[in-house]
């Protein structure tokens, strides 16, 4: 097992968290090249309860890590993709994405809805209940 908590990343806590169950990058099964920088093995994602193929690319600048992208397989042309830092040949900025049939959309923490008395002002939609 390989394991790569959130503040080793350049990027948000948050965003890994958005991906990955607990907020850390936990490899199970991992298979690594330290040579060409990548781990490949099994992660749990906020994506399916039960892990899923996940691969991970640690991209150089001379010396330094530029970027991690980490790429979770859901199958059937769906993924989950964790982007830190700039790795070369991203195309996508920094952040946690959900792709679908190629199709990107960037994942946010939604902030609670604030309370509300139940009435309705002036100009705002209502909406019925059945």
């Known amino acids: 097992m390989v394991e790569v908590p959130a503040y080793a990343l350049d990027g948000s806590a948050e ?3 958005l991906v990955f169950r607990s ?3 936990r ?14 093995g ?3 994602t906020t994506g ?3 892990p899923v193929p996940v691969h991970i690319t640690f991209t150089r600048d001379g010396e ?3 970027g991690t992208p980490a ?14 830092g700039t790795p070369a040949g991203a195309e996508l900025p920094p952040g946690a994405w959900a792709v679908v049939d190629g199709q990107a959309l960037r994942l946010t923490r939604r902030a609670p809805a604030p309370p509300t008395d139940g009435q309705v002002e002036e100009g705002e ?3 019925a209940q059945f």
């Open 71 to 84: 790429v979770a397989d859901l199958g059937e042309g769906r993924k989950l993709l964790l982007v830190d």
């Open 125 to 127: 939609l209502a909406c």
């Open 48 to 50: 399916l309860s039960s």
């Open 23 to 25: 907020g850390v990058l």
């Open 64 to 66: 330094l890590i530029a």
């Open 42 to 44: 099994q992660a749990v």
């Open 15 to 17: 965003d890994v968290g």
């Open 27 to 40: 490899v199970d099964g991992s298979v690594c090249d330290p040579k060409e920088l990548w781990i490949t």
